[in-house]
């Protein structure tokens, strides 16, 4: 087995430090299911061009993590990424000037036309419900140290 992230040798801290990812909401979305049972792969980051098309997918269960599956979901949106860079479990997601989640994962679904990206929230709510609009910005906070 040559798989590092199976073989648990990499986690969070092998990434000393990562700009911070922009993104701009393309769509908004409305709708949570209970049952989606999506599969989040156990490698805990993605690496992404700038203009790479993102969904942000939420969820309120607390063992969501890579290689665990996810069932209660609501669907964020669409987001264009507008610098590249390396999106990473655990990873701060800010809108409006808030926290609004913790990236826990991803889902390969519907790869390669765009990238479930998984992120665990306090409260699971849509997109609309959040009350997100087409061009609010989006900011995925990397790592200073």
């Known amino acids: 087995m040559t798989d590092p992230y199976a073989r648990n040798l990499v986690d969070r801290s092998f990434y000393h ?3 911070d990812i922009h993104t701009k909401i393309v769509v908004v979305l409305d709708g949570s299911l209970e049952n989606r049972a999506l599969n989040l792969i156990r490698p805990i980051s993605r690496a992404f061009t700038q203009g790479s098309i993102i969904e942000l997918i939420g969820t309120d269960d607390p063992n969501t993590r890579p290689g665990n599956d996810v069932n209660a979901i609501a669907y964020l949106g669409f987001v264009e990424l507008q ?3 390396i999106l990473v479990a655990g ?3 800010i809108w409006n000037d808030e926290v609004i989640g913790k990236i826990a994962g991803f889902d390969d679904t519907h790869m390669p036309n765009h990238q479930n990206t998984i992120l665990t929230m306090t409260t699971r709510k849509s997109g609309k419900e959040l009350g997100m609009c087409l061009g609010d910005d989006i900011i995925v906070k990397g790592i200073a140290k």
């Open 91 to 93: 990873d701060e997601v």
């Open 17 to 19: 430090s990562k700009i």
């Open 83 to 85: 610098n590249g860079g």
